[in-house]
């Protein structure tokens, strides 16, 4: 299930980090996801349950005889909703009740009755943290299931630092995303993505790269964990940070991601190619920074290995992987230069886009591309996010499997 069709109920408890719980929300709502947020009273110290609601534009539940319609006992109605129930803070206390089956107010209650994924966010003082009690309750929880995320080290609300700060909102957001994911039509599928702009060294402090961002290859790759998929990013130098849950090779060279990509193939069942990887390289890169001279500098360059030449070797040889998408940035006859590279490379899919025009070129959050498949099938697509973008293509990807 998909973050933007999902039920989430999130409770709060009684600790200082309920202030993130807000953000927490905030960003959930933001994507789509309805929320309703059941609080224990000590988390109602912390944080007014008027946030809550200003924020989910729903009721907040604290009250375990508060009817919810009229006539639904509230910690049924909550727990038969939910898609995932996310506790974010959970203290000690709520650990130990949640191990133990105690449901003596309405977020337990609702935990007892809930069939949905628990995903547990700690919070707590670093000797709470580390007290044979609390492991052991933690270990119970997660053999049945639960998944806990954090915590993190740092400094505490005593002053002391140490491990029991909640997780941070990106990393709950990301696993939240996984365990939705859970059966989505990428499951049991290890997918590749590339993504950014490989560098090519001229010397110690300057290379030859492009204009790539990586903002397309990290949304296919946050895509596919949202469907199921076991995702491996090959990623060139970026400033974004990687999904929650994907498996990050940092790269390079085009040489480097070409050795990162064979390593990948024999447990790859899709490969996307979304990274914009250098055709030239200098024939020789100075040992030393190279200086200004008086009569320019002449720059002898020579070809990069072809990544979707070799892994059409490899595939026709061992036919993993089972589907191979291509993306062909183009500035001019951008649909017969794409089919070129489409058959010349043997893709199942190619991402064709115009990076010359403003609102679909490097760096920016939209694409406007035109997707061809081998069958001769020519979509072109309007002006999309890049995440709705990447779930177009994993929509053909996904049905391509099932037909392959």
């Known amino acids: 299930m998909l973050l933007h069709q999902s039920h989430i109920v999130l409770g709060v408890t009684g600790g200082i980090a309920a202030y993130k719980s807000a953000d927490l929300v905030s960003k959930l709502v933001q994507a789509g996801a309805q929320v309703d947020v059941i609080m224990t009273e000590a988390a109602a110290r912390f944080v007014a349950p008027l946030t809550f609601q200003s924020l989910t534009g729903r009721p907040v539940s604290i009250d375990p005889f508060r009817l919810l319609d009229q006539t639904d006992m509230a910690h049924l109605a909550l727990a038969w909703r939910a898609d995932v129930l996310v506790v974010a ?54 053999r049945r299931g639960a998944v806990l995320v954090g915590p993190g080290t740092g400094r505490l609300a005593s002053g002391k630092v140490g491990r029991g700060r909640m997780a941070e909102v990106p990393e709950l957001l990301g696993v939240i995303r996984q365990v939705l994911g859970r059966g989505g039509p990428l499951a049991g599928r290890h997918v ?12 110690p402090v300057r290379y030859l790269g492009n204009r790539s961002s990586g903002k397309m290859g990290y949304a296919l790759a946050q895509a596919a964990l949202d469907r199921g ?62 200086k200004k001279g008086v009569s320019g500098l002449d720059l002898r ?27 062909a940035a183009e500035t001019q006859d951008l649909v017969p230069n794409a089919r070129g590279k489409l058959e010349a490379k043997r893709l199942d899919l190619i991402v064709a886009n ?22 001769g099938r020519v979509d072109a697509l309007p002006l999309l996010s890049k995440d709705e973008v990447a779930a177009r293509v994993w929509e053909l990807v996904a049905a391509r499997l099932v037909g392959g």
Request: glycine content about 6%.
């Open 192 to 203: 590749v993505v590339t993504a950014g702009g490989t560098q090519e060294p001229l010397d």
């Open 301 to 327: 360059l020579e070809r990069t290995a072809d990544i979707l030449a070799r892994v059409a070797e490899v595939r026709a040889a061992g036919g993993r992987p089972a589907c191979v998408v291509g993306f």
């Open 89 to 142: 803070p959970a203290t000690a206390n709520t650990i130990a009740k949640l191990a133990h089956g105690i449901a003596d107010n309405l977020l337990c209650s609702t935990a007892l009755a809930c069939g949905a994924p628990l995903v547990l966010a700690p919070a707590m003082d670093a000797g709470m943290w580390e007290h044979p009690a609390t492991a052991e309750n933690l270990e119970v929880l997660r």
């Open 229 to 290: 998929a076991a995702v491996t990013l090959v990623t060139a130098p970026t400033a974004l940070p990687a999904p929650v849950g994907a498996e990050r090779v940092a790269v390079g060279t085009a040489q480097e991601m070409l050795e990162a990509v064979l390593a990948a193939l024999p447990a790859c069942d899709v490969l996307v190619m979304a990274a914009a990887v250098a055709d030239f390289r200098p024939a020789a890169a100075a040992p030393h920074k190279i």
């Open 354 to 375: 115009d990076v010359a025009a403003p609102d679909s070129g490097f760096g920016a959050d939209t694409n406007r591309v035109t997707l061809l498949d081998r069958e």
